[in-house]
């Protein structure tokens, strides 16, 4: 093992989000709602050098196993990412990313007239396309630039 792969330490339990496109991992962290408030132990990578990638970030989360539902929708920002669960310093199970039909809560809508842009307050949904969203209330339809709408 070389002296980069060494960089970021092993994780006793938790989740192990690796090859992520360079720059992304505080968008996948965002998507997972963490922002340290939780409490949890978090070790980013940023820009690692990678053969595959040239540059990839790397995310660990000990102590918590992410659903299908949240491997799901880091497919967005990080389609090719490789999500490994760690128990006991083991890899116990490898998550296979899915394209999700649709996305509730993750995303804020543009359009300032759309219903869940309103005070009453409306969960976003945005139906999963193949190259974008679509929100399922105004259908606006966003295509780039999907981590800058993420709610944090
Ligand atoms: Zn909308």
């Known amino acids: 093992m070389s002296e980069r792969e060494l960089r970021i330490s092993k994780i006793q339990n938790g989740t192990v989000i690796d090859h992520v496109p360079g720059g992304e991992a505080l968008n996948v962290l965002a998507v997972l709602e963490i922002d340290g408030t939780g409490g949890e132990t978090v070790s980013i990578g940023i820009n690692v050098e990678s053969d595959a990638l040239g540059r990839k970030d790397v995310v660990k989360v000990e102590d918590r196993e992410l ?13 090719d990412a490789t999500i490994n669960i760690i128990r006991d310093f083991d890899v116990v199970d490898k998550k296979r990313l899915d394209r999700p039909e649709a996305v509730t809560g993750v995303l804020a809508c543009p359009n300032h007239d759309c219903i869940t842009a309103g005070d009453e307050p409306v969960e976003t949904r945005f139906e999963v396309l193949d190259d974008g969203v679509r929100c399922v209330y105004c259908e606006t339809i966003i295509r780039e630039d999907i981590t800058d709408h993420i709610v944090r």
């Open 67 to 79: 659903s299908q539902e949240e491997v799901d929708v880091i497919s967005l920002i990080a389609p």
